[in-house]
């Protein structure tokens, strides 16, 4: 397959932005092989990703930021440039339910997540078999109560040596600090197990349960400082009636989990969203 360029620009609505994009690619050569664009019209804001092929491109990789760069300060733009040739270095971080990390690495094997994997980072010892039959190494490290601090310490020092550029929380449920959350800018995905804003927190499938509701759903987001409240990027949703106890609730729910952590890692590596303010756009 061919190598691709994408950009990803967020800058204030005008006229002749698509335009601009386009001769600035035409001009170099560049072939588009997807376009797309949204305008937020209540803020003004005109949002696009673009991805063409870089064969028979006049400029080498490294030479378009600088060639876009007077183009982009021109108009306003936020952007970056990224290449399908990179393969991002994720680390996937799980507790004692295994289930979205058991999917994660099947879709990683199998090559549908354009990634490498080289750490999982675990508080306890269950996902280490699944670590081991797929030659990943795996770091358990222990959160003790009033050792947090040093816990999260020893984790970042595994990022910094395997040079991170996503972390995925794969049903970790232990809370970040602000330190880590701010390491990681919109680079840490997590999936909830709720339909969020609605049941936040814990326990999410005993309060559906308790609050007799007909859908349940799961919840991947960008993880900030506050508690389930990141950009949302993707949800999915599955009926459930009155004969379904907590038991069937989970196992329903965590079918949802799966696909939804899978799809929103995937989007995130084929650089796919855009977060602006609490929001997200997903170009997928």
């Known amino acids: 397959m061919s190598k691709s360029a994408v950009l990803l620009i967020t800058c204030p609505d005008q006229k002749g932005l698509v335009a601009a994009i386009a001769h600035f690619l035409f001009e170099h050569g560049g072939n588009i092989l997807h376009a797309d664009q949204h305008q937020d019209a209540e803020l003004g804001l005109f949002l696009m990703r673009v991805e063409w092929d870089l064969a028979g491109f006049a400029l080498d990789f490294s030479e378009i930021a600088a060639r876009f760069d007077p183009i982009a300060r021109r108009l306003g733009m936020k952007w970056r440039l990224a290449s399908s040739s990179h393969r991002p270095r994720v680390a996937v971080f799980v507790s004692r339910q295994t289930h979205c990390l058991v999917d994660l690495i099947h879709r990683y094997r199998a090559g549908e997540l354009g990634c490498e994997i080289p750490l999982i980072v675990s508080n306890h010892p269950d996902g280490r078999w699944i670590a081991e039959s797929c030659g990943i190494p795996y770091h358990q490290v222990e959160v003790c109560s009033g050792q947090k601090e040093k816990a999260e310490a020893r984790q970042i020092e595994l990022l910094d040596e395997n040079r991170i550029d996503l972390l995925v929380l794969a049903r970790y449920m232990q809370i970040l600090s602000p330190t880590m959350v701010a390491r990681f800018p919109n680079r840490i995905i997590n999936i909830h ?47 459930v009636s009155h004969r379904d106890g907590v038991q069937e609730l989970v196992r329903k729910g965590q079918d949802l989990e799966k696909i939804v952590l899978s799809r929103a890692v995937q989007w995130h590596i084929e650089n796919r969203i855009l977060v602006y303010g609490q929001k997200t756009v997903v170009f997928a």
């Open 193 to 239: 197990h709720s339909f969020l804003p609605a049941f936040s927190g814990a326990k999410p499938y005993h309060q559906a349960y308790e609050r007799g509701v007909k859908l349940i759903g799961a919840t991947s987001h960008y993880v900030t400082e506050i508690l389930d409240a990141g950009p949302i990027i993707e949800q999915d949703v599955v009926r």
